[in-house]
């Protein structure tokens, strides 16, 4: 069978709700109908590693960007994501095409458009996202991106509207 050759870089969480901070979880086990839109248009999914389950475990407290942006964070974000973009430079040295990187809308570590700040949400990003930006810019490179939005899972309209949006953003059929 042929590689599509197509990737996308997508948030820990959309593969593993079980790493979301108790009681945030919009699924049981990975937000399915995202997952559904990657294997029908083809994509290899690049899981990218949860920087907050990593840090502090599996039953931290939720917490917002201020706490989470301090040099010994930072530093893990930016280890962590280190083996991810070498994986991303090898598939972009080899033909393949990274067609995007997702966030979640108002994560103080995954956002790319909005985060949660002390008073709330938000725009700005995530802590995590910021160094994987730097990284990836530091490589030259510059990727497509969206946010999954905060009614994804919980609004059904939210959720169907978005899952359009996430499949044009593919560059797959409406």
Request: charged share 20%.
């Amino acid at each position: 069978m042929k590689r599509s050759k197509r990737l996308i870089l997508l948030p820990h969480c959309v593969l593993n709700q079980n790493a979301v901070v108790r009681d945030l979880a919009r699924e049981p086990g990975s937000l399915s109908g995202l997952v559904r839109v990657c294997l029908e248009e083809g994509l290899g999914m690049i899981q990218l590693p949860c920087p907050e389950f990593t840090y502090l475990g599996a039953e931290r407290p939720p917490m917002d960007r201020e706490e989470y942006n301090a040099v010994a964070f930072r530093q893990h974000c930016r280890r962590l994501f280190a083996p991810v973009l070498e994986q991303v430079t090898e598939y972009l040295a080899r033909g393949y095409r990274i067609v995007g990187l997702v966030g979640i809308a108002a994560s103080p570590s995954c956002g790319l458009f909005t985060t949660h700040f002390r008073s709330g949400e938000g725009p700005g990003r995530g802590v995590f996202m910021e160094e994987v930006l730097a990284a990836l810019e530091g490589e030259g490179l510059s990727l497509p991106s969206l946010d999954v939005p905060l009614g994804y899972g919980v609004d059904a309209e939210e959720t169907t509207a978005f899952l359009a949006r996430f499949r044009a953003f593919c560059g797959g059929h409406p």
